[in-house]
């Protein structure tokens, strides 16, 4: 097998993602007599290694986090550094985290078993409730928050156990000065809306963000969609999420229940602790007779196809025994007449759910804001537009035979106003407390939640107390990157945004004169262009046709970005 590199006693086997913390690899340690381990290694990128403050709290929080041993809980093994390069070594846990199954039953047109749902985010509750009530015995740190529960962090391996991932590292992620690529579409979803308001995070902030992702495995998708960021970050602060039974009609009402509980606005009428809901859970599969455990999930992950083949080349059986083949159960399953595909067999113990009925659009923030809520931002005036509009005002009540005198003896007065409105940028405050630097590189645009806030670099002041997305941008390059952002009243510090310029890869079939930002590129085929990350619009002619194909696509930070786009028909 291939070695990428050394890194400490680890060899490094494959790259498995880049985000906006980590490079993350699977990896082999090894040992005496050719004793080897398959584990997970996440290596810090190096803009963070120089980061102090950063580098402290992660080491903190992954000590902690290696203290918790549970089976419900991805083990951190090691903590290390070799070249300057910071590191952890973890469990690495052979299957598919519960995006990926929410995503193949969507693509099969399925909803997931409500019995299996329930027995995996009751899974996922031991795990969390384990770690809510652990107590560090030599530190005697406790409270525990894992800060990030999504479908993103909790995994399922393939002989059908349900494990947490990434305690700790949330904390230490929101401790560090720079911007963390592509995590904000993610998170706000899963924020609670105390977070949302900057009142902190407790347990019950973690049992809001596991009710949403039960929300998401029952229906499909998640509670709250908006247009923008802060449309979205307020609907989950203020709308009630949609029932799910209107999503899932076939959704128990006992399963309602607890997503109601879960989700609710204020953190005292939730659950208060992870025990509660998976008590509830639990007192569903037995009321209904559901005998659901790690072969039955197994199974059903297998049926799905909702993982490849292992990268260690290990193909592993569900508790011991061996599974059917897909051509031995596409054999044994009758045929669905469908557009798609057909809703995979189920395990005998978990019953294939009806078909799902067309699904109603997501909620969206409303645009008018009920009173007593804060309004949303305005477009502020250009000011010397502003400035004009009252001098002609002005001018319209003076008689005709005096307005040349008027003219010459305000102009001086007029210039004066206008530098004092080019003087105010045309920037609006919030009215709040907080205080913020931002930095980027290169020199960029500010907007905090979509206002206009001036240039880098820039101190921040009357910003409001909590969450609030910041965005840094440039039209003209162009990129542009937004990062979330939880504020307290008073000096938050400096938030530094990186954006990286990437090698991008342009594959496209036939021969075509390609425009990418206005801006004439050449004939394919092209070698790879420089781009900065973020969204790009590309223009496609091809040659000898008429066809003018236009798209907008997005390059990403420290990934390998390639866009392809082929003529289908020149009819």
């Not at 969507?106 to 409730?129: H, K, Q, T, W």
């Not at 806030?453 to 039209?475: C, H, I, Q, R, S």
Request: aromatic share 6%; hydrophobic share 40%; glycine share 8%.
């Amino acid at each position: 097998m291939e070695i990428l590199e050394n890194l400490g006693k680890y060899e490094l086997i494959r790259k498995l993602a880049v985000g906006g913390m980590a490079e993350v690899f699977l990896a082999k340690s090894g040992g005496a007599m050719g004793f080897s381990k398959t584990v997970v290694v996440k290596r810090i990128l190096p803009h963070l290694a120089d980061d102090q403050r950063f580098v402290e709290m992660f080491l903190r929080e992954a000590k902690i986090a290696a203290e918790l041993t549970h089976p419900n809980v991805v083990q951190v093994f090691d903590f290390g550094e070799s070249d300057g390069r910071y590191f952890i070594a973890m469990e690495y846990v052979d299957g598919p985290n519960m995006r990926v199954l929410v995503k193949r039953a969507n693509d099969a047109r399925a909803f997931i078993p409500v019995e299996l749902v329930a027995r995996l985010i009751s899974y996922a509750c031991e795990g969390l409730g384990f770690a809510h009530a652990f107590v560090d015995p030599e530190t005697q740190v406790k409270d525990i928050v894992h800060r990030d529960i999504s479908p993103d962090n909790i995994l399922i391996s393939r002989t059908g156990a349900v494990k947490v991932a990434d305690f700790g590292l949330a904390k230490a992620l929101n401790s560090n000065t720079h911007t963390q690529a592509g995590m904000l579409k993610g998170k706000i979803p899963y924020l609670a809306p105390e977070q949302i308001r900057g009142k902190g995070a407790d347990r019950r902030t973690d049992i809001y963000a596991l009710g949403v992702t039960l929300y998401e495995l029952c229906t499909g998708r998640r509670p709250f969609d908006a247009d923008t960021d802060v449309a979205l970050m307020s609907a989950v602060a203020h709308e009630p999420p949609p029932p799910a039974q209107k999503l899932r009609p076939d959704l128990p009402d006992e399963i309602a229940s607890v997503l109601d509980r879960a989700l609710k606005k204020s953190p005292d009428q939730r659950f208060q602790t992870c025990r509660e809901m998976q008590s509830e859970l639990d007192a569903f599969l037995r009321q209904h007779d559901a005998t659901i455990g790690p072969f039955e999930i197994a199974a059903y992950i297998n049926q799905l196809d909702a993982i490849p083949r292992s990268p260690t080349g290990k193909q592993y059986p569900a508790a011991g025994d061996a599974m059917p083949t897909r051509a031995e159960r596409e054999k044994a399953t009758p045929s669905v007449p469908s557009a798609s595909s057909a809703t995979p067999a189920l395990p005998a113990a978990v019953p294939a759910p009806s078909s799902p009925p067309p699904r109603p659009p997501p909620q969206v923030a409303r645009r008018a804001e009920p009173a007593g809520r804060p309004a949303p931002a305005r477009e502020v005036p250009d000011p010397v537009s502003a400035i004009r509009s009252s001098v002609r005002g002005l001018m319209e009540r003076v008689p005709p035979e005096r307005r040349p005198f008027v003219w010459g003896g305000g102009a001086v007065l007029g210039l004066l106003l206008v530098l004092l409105g080019l003087g105010a940028g045309g920037e609006e405050s919030f009215g709040g407390q907080s205080v913020l630097m931002v930095d980027c590189l290169p020199p960029a645009r500010i907007k905090v939640n979509d206002r206009e806030m001036g240039k880098t670099p820039k101190t921040l002041t009357g910003l409001p107390a909590g969450a609030v997305v910041v965005e840094v941008y440039d039209e003209d390059v162009p990129f542009s990157k937004k990062q979330l952002v939880t504020l307290s009243p008073g000096d938050n510090g400096t938030r530094r945004f990186i954006i990286s310029r990437e090698m991008v890869e342009l594959k496209i079939y036939p021969k075509a004169k390609v425009t990418v930002d206005g801006r004439p590129v050449g004939f394919t085929p092209l070698p790879p262009i420089p781009l900065y990350e973020g969204k790009h619009r590309l223009q496609v002619s091809y040659e000898g046709t008429s066809v003018v194909d236009e798209s907008v696509f997005e390059v990403k930070g420290g990934e390998q970005n390639v866009v392809k786009r082929r003529l289908i028909n020149t009819q």
